[in-house]
């Protein structure tokens, strides 16, 4: 009877950078401010997308949704950090952190579905431009953005079910800034393979498949742009591809490093390298948001332009 009360927490603690208290506010401004531009960024980008039919593209529809996700990502998490840094309340409810890890899970997997299919995006507008009208046309490009929402649900829907029923015997502290996946599987006193096998499975689906389509996607974009005889024309494919591919780089390289080898022990004497995890979680989990607007949007004249029209639109009275 003891071992059973013993398999259920009603909350957690989150220790955060507990271990550094002088940083503290230090990171609670740093973030605060981030927090602040990916609103205002991303907030800019969905009104522009939405209310300037210039924007009325795939691309910009992929960029929307990006903005959404990015927004939803933050808030799920970032709030209860920024509590937690400066009124040093720590704890978490147990469905608060259900929540918490069903969000953060659903987004990144949405975002990696979104990300190759903006690669795509970019195959057919450069290698098929003269078909791009009718391959990337709204009953298409749709579909695909509601799929990525759809599967990157349904995958965190698993992963979060099958973390939060496993028994926690006693120990509810969390070594992480959020719920995050992984930190909470390290507090089970049970066999946590299956949730080891689904999450291979998830790294295969969300992780590899996507970034196989990425990459085949720029093979075929260098060979055709490598054949282009203008100059001009190379500049402006160029210019029109870095910008994803700096984002592609910068979410891969932190989600890899986080989800590609799942870690279930935790072993002596990785004080260091666990708070260097934490960091990286972090990095991807406010700076990649805040960063997406500026490099794949807001540097786009387009965009701004849309942006300068919206604003300079009078009020009626």
Known sequence: MDKINQTFASEFILLGLSGYPKFEIIYFVLILVMYLVILIGNG??????????????????????????????????????????????RNISFSGCAVQMFFGFAMGSTECFLLGMMAFDRYVAICNPLRYPVIMSKVVYVPMASVSWLSGGINSIVQTSLAMRLPFCGNNVINHFTCEILAVLKLACADISLNIITMVISNMTFLVLPLLVIFFSYMFILYTILRMNSATGRRKAFSTCSAHLTVVIIFYG??????????????????????????ISLFYGVVTPMLNPIIYSLRNKDVKAAVKYLLNQKPIR
């Open 254 to 279: 932190t989600i890899f490093f986080m989800y590609a080898k799942p870690k279930t022990q935790e072993l002596p004497g990785e004080d260091k390298f666990q708070t260097s995890e934490k960091l």
């Open 44 to 89: 800019i980008l969905i009104i522009a997308s939405i209310f300037d039919s210039r924007l009325h593209t795939p691309m910009y529809f992929f960029l929307g949704n990006l903005s959404v996700l990015d927004i939803c990502y933050t808030s799920s998490s970032v709030p209860s950090t920024l509590v937690s840094l400066i009124s040093k309340k």
